[in-house]
């Protein structure tokens, strides 16, 4: 799995945009980018995922660039409860191989009322 | 929403002794995982479990550990012989077939004496 580099700590005012960067430029091909967040040392929790193309859910969005070597979450208005530890994976999406997770430093966030 | 569970959420126990970790997997995943992570690091990668047998194990998965699941419903972690460095968060997590996302319970931390 490729490698990501994420800085280690950034800070956000609550209801701003949070714009979490993350640099996977040994991407290749078939490996996704999935985002994990980690609340005060409970489970880390599924965010988003993808593979080329942006995408969006009821979290936050994935920016993806067009050569795949960086991404951005974005949390579109950030409250204080999305203070957390942001983990960016990148891994082959496997329907039946069900493949571990490697967890890097994160990118702790913190929002300030 | 369907959620893991895992019990008891915190273990104290005494080196040497035995312990096992409990984990309550949503029901219709199919995959099944187990992570730890020790105060202030990563989360760590231990195993992976389909169709009743080990897929992937790490290297911190030595004889030590042992996975079952004993019934249609648990998924458990056994610690033959705790040592003080097995202190940590363990976190269980399943995913689903043919979707690759896993989902984390909200972990047990083991205290070892």
């Known amino acids: 799995d490729a490698k990501t580099t994420q800085p280690p700590s950034m800070d956000c005012a609550e209801g701003r945009a949070a714009n979490l960067p993350c640099n996977h430029s040994?991407?290749?091909?078939?490996?996704?980018v999935y985002w994990y967040r980690q609340i005060h040392s409970q489970g880390p929790q599924y965010i988003i995922h993808?593979?080329?193309n942006n995408e969006t859910n009821e979290m936050a969005s994935l920016i993806i660039t067009e050569d795949r070597k960086s991404s951005t979450l974005i949390l579109p208005h950030a409250t204080l409860r999305d203070t957390a530890v942001y983990y960016c994976?990148?891994?082959?999406?496997?329907?039946?191989?069900?493949?571990?997770?490697?967890f890097g430093q994160g990118t702790e966030l913190s929002v300030k009322p | 929403e369907p959620e893991v569970t895992q019990t008891p959420s915190h273990q104290v126990t005494q080196m040497g002794q035995e312990v096992i970790l409990r984990c309550v997997p949503i029901?219709?995943?199919?995959?099944f995982y187990w992570y730890r992570q020790i105060l202030g690091q990563k989360v760590e990668f231990l195993v992976s479990?389909?169709?009743?047998?080990?897929?992937?194990k790490s290297e911190i998965f030595d004889d030590q550990f042992s996975v079952e699941r004993p019934d249609g419903s648990n998924f458990t972690l056994k610690i033959r012989s705790t040592k003080l460095e097995d202190s940590a968060m363990y976190f269980c997590?399943?995913?689903?077939?043919?979707?690759?996302?896993?989902?984390f319970g909200p972990g047990t931390r083991l205290t070892v004496l």
């Open positions: 997590a399943s995913s689903e077939q043919y979707k690759d996302t896993q989902y």
């Open positions: 040994t991407i290749s091909g078939n490996e996704y």
């Open positions: 993808g593979l080329k």
């Open positions: 994976i990148v891994r082959v999406k496997g329907y039946n191989q069900g493949g571990k997770l490697i």
């Open positions: 029901s219709n995943h199919l995959y």
């Open positions: 479990f389909y169709n009743n047998e080990i897929s992937e």
